[in-house]
């Protein structure tokens, strides 16, 4: 796997299609503000958001969209951003000129910060010229990636492989690939959420320290170890 190769292939897509469509859902290849608030509630929906300010960090964050959608529910939260598009970047920084967004090589980076939660909406679906089998790879090696710099737990959503039409532009996963991966390589602690009318599905993978202040009873307690 090149994934310096992927990832200019990436800009290479994104950045034009941006620079046509602008700050808008089909500026990143989002069909609507409707489905894209809808993905956005279903990787948000298993973290206690509003319990606590937590230090989030978007992976492929466009304008800072998620940024904005936990404003609007008056989430109190630290946000982060990751983008490799700089007119996104741009765009961002002059909509929220309090945040940080930054280009990113999570790959390679060593100065990743290290954020409470990673979430990742739509980053995973375009192939942009990769085989499927170097996209698979490459975005389950961009997973572990997510997990490795969370204290909570990460979430991400990819086009399912249980669909009614095929874009031969498009990456598609098989869930249970999936939740197998992240069983094996990150933790046990893993929720796959299928039941949205959208062709894809959200992962929701928690850390087993942050599992143990949940379920902090005696009654757990060989379950944790």
Same mark, same amino acid.
């Given at each position: 796997?090149?994934?310096?190769?992927?990832?200019? $292939?990436?800009? @290479?897509?994104?950045?034009?299609?941006?620079?046509?469509? *602008? !700050?808008?859902?089909?500026?990143?290849?989002?069909?609507?503000? #409707?489905?894209?608030? /809808?993905?956005? @509630?279903?990787?948000?929906?298993?973290?206690? /958001?509003?319990?606590? &300010?937590?230090?989030?960090?978007?992976?492929?964050?466009?304008?800072?969209? %998620?940024?904005?959608? %936990?404003?609007? %529910?008056?989430?109190?939260?630290?946000?982060? *951003?990751?983008?490799?598009?700089? =007119?996104?970047? =741009? &765009? $961002?920084? &002059?909509?929220?000129?309090?945040? #940080?967004?930054?280009?990113?090589?999570?790959?390679? !980076?060593? !100065?990743?910060?290290?954020? @409470?939660?990673?979430?990742?909406?739509?980053?995973?679906? %375009?192939?942009? *010229? $990769?085989? =499927?089998?170097?996209?698979?790879?490459?975005?389950?090696?961009?997973?572990?990636?997510?997990?490795?710099?969370?204290?909570?737990?990460?979430?991400?959503?990819?086009?399912?492989?249980?669909?009614?039409?095929? @874009?031969?532009?498009?990456?598609?996963?098989?869930?249970? #690939?999936?939740?197998?991966?992240?069983?094996?390589?990150?933790?046990?602690?893993?929720? /796959? !959420?299928? $039941?949205?009318?959208?062709? =894809?599905?959200?992962?929701?993978?928690?850390?087993? #320290?942050?599992?143990?202040?949940?379920?902090?009873?005696? &009654?757990?307690?060989?379950?944790?170890?």
């Amino acid at each position: 796997m090149n994934s310096d190769k992927i990832i200019k $292939a990436q800009l @290479d897509a994104y950045r034009p299609n941006f620079i046509e469509h *602008g !700050d808008k859902p089909q500026g990143t290849f989002q069909n609507n503000s #409707e489905t894209q608030r /809808l993905r956005f @509630d279903r990787i948000i929906r298993q973290f206690r /958001l509003q319990e606590k &300010a937590y230090l989030i960090h978007d992976i492929g964050c466009g304008t800072c969209d %998620l940024h904005q959608y %936990l404003n609007d %529910l008056s989430i109190q939260h630290r946000y982060y *951003g990751t983008e490799i598009v700089p =007119e996104m970047i =741009e &765009a $961002a920084k &002059a909509k929220f000129p309090n945040i #940080e967004v930054k280009n990113h090589d999570l790959l390679k !980076d060593k !100065d990743i910060p290290l954020a @409470d939660i990673t979430l990742l909406s739509g980053t995973l679906n %375009l192939l942009a *010229g $990769a085989s =499927e089998e170097e996209w698979k790879e490459f975005s389950f090696e961009l997973i572990k990636k997510m997990f490795e710099h969370s204290r909570v737990g990460i979430s991400f959503n990819v086009l399912t492989s249980y669909r009614t039409f095929s @874009d031969p532009t498009l990456a598609y996963f098989n869930p249970s #690939e999936v939740f197998e991966f992240c069983m094996k390589n990150l933790s046990r602690f893993v929720l /796959l !959420d299928h $039941a949205y009318p959208l062709y =894809e599905f959200s992962v929701t993978v928690f850390h087993k #320290e942050y599992m143990r202040q949940e379920f902090n009873l005696p &009654a757990f307690e060989k379950y944790l170890k």
